[in-house]
Nanobody, 125 residues
Framework: QVQLVESGGGSVQAGGSLKLSCAAS????????MGWFRQAPGKDREFVAT????????YYASSVKGRFTISRDNAKNTVYLQMNSLESEDTAVYSC??????????????????WGQGTRVTVSS
């Protein structure tokens, strides 16, 4: 099994920046893909971004493309989400997820095997 712990959430003003981290521990040797999802109050969980461990291939939801950047540090087993130009619509609980499957594109929550507890992001104004 693998454990995922998110950090870096908090409250920021619109237009500001925030960087989230997701540290993985346990069975990390064969993790294939990591993803970020978010869920706002009263809304369904939605895809944000994904990245593969080996090739570093990325894909973003259209709502965050150009503002958010997903990256990874293989030596630290950590994935990051750099969020710039934040808007009130970005307010949500952000969760990271790990997938051991090589046959999915990682754009659906059901592509993933393990989830972190989430970290809350609040954008004011």
């Amino acid at each position: 099994q693998v454990q995922l712990v998110e950090s870096g959430g908090g409250s920021v003003q619109a237009g500001g920046s925030l960087k989230l981290s997701c540290a993985a521990s346990g069975r990390t040797f064969t993790m294939y893909r990591m993803g970020w999802f978010r869920q706002a109050p009263g809304k369904d969980r939605e895809f944000v971004a994904t990245i593969t461990w080996n090739g570093g291939d990325t894909y973003y939801a259209s709502s965050v493309k150009g503002r958010f950047t997903i990256s990874r540090d293989n030596a630290k087993n950590t994935v990051y989400l750099q969020m710039n130009s934040l808007e009130s619509e970005d307010t949500a609980v952000y969760s990271c997820a790990a997938s051991y499957r090589t046959w999915t594109n990682g754009r659906n929550q059901y592509d993933y095997d393990y989830w972190g507890q989430g970290t809350r992001v609040t954008v004011s104004s």
